[in-house]
C-alpha cells in the first residue's frame, strides 16, 4: 500500500473516531442522567473514556503523516482534510472534560 493511501485511510480513520467519540460522549451523558449510578453509566463513560483517548492519539499520528505527505507534494492531501475536519469533535469532548473537571473542582 503506498503511502498516499495510507494517508487517506488514517485520515478516514481519524474522522470516523473522532464523530464516534462525540457519540460515546452524548450516549454517556443520557444514560448517567437517564439511569444514574450503575454499572451502565460506568460502562458507558467508560467507553467514552477510552474512545477519548484513542481518538487523541490516532489524531495527533494522521496530523504528523498528513502533513509530511503535505509538504512533499505541496498540496494539501485528502488525509489532511479529513484530519482537520475530524478535529471539532474530538477538541469539543476534551474541552467538555475539562470544564466538567473544572466545575467540580478537580
Not at 40 to 52: H, I, K, P, Q, W
Amino acid at each position: 500500500m503506498d503511502k498516499k493511501k495510507k494517508n487517506s485511510n488514517l485520515g478516514l480513520a481519524v474522522l470516523i473516531i473522532g464523530y464516534l467519540t462525540l457519540i460515546a460522549w452524548a450516549l454517556a451523558i443520557f444514560i448517567s442522567i437517564k439511569l444514574g449510578i450503575g454499572w451502565e453509566s460506568y460502562t458507558a463513560v467508560g467507553l467514552f473514556g477510552l474512545l477519548l483517548i484513542a481518538s487523541g492519539i490516532v489524531f495527533l499520528i494522521s496530523l504528523i503523516s498528513n502533513m509530511r505527505e503535505s509538504r512533499e507534494n505541496n498540496r494539501m492531501s485528502r488525509g489532511l482534510i479529513h484530519t482537520i475536519v475530524s478535529f471539532p469533535p474530538i477538541a469539543f469532548c476534551y474541552v467538555a472534560v475539562l470544564v466538567k473537571a473544572l466545575a467540580e473542582g478537580h
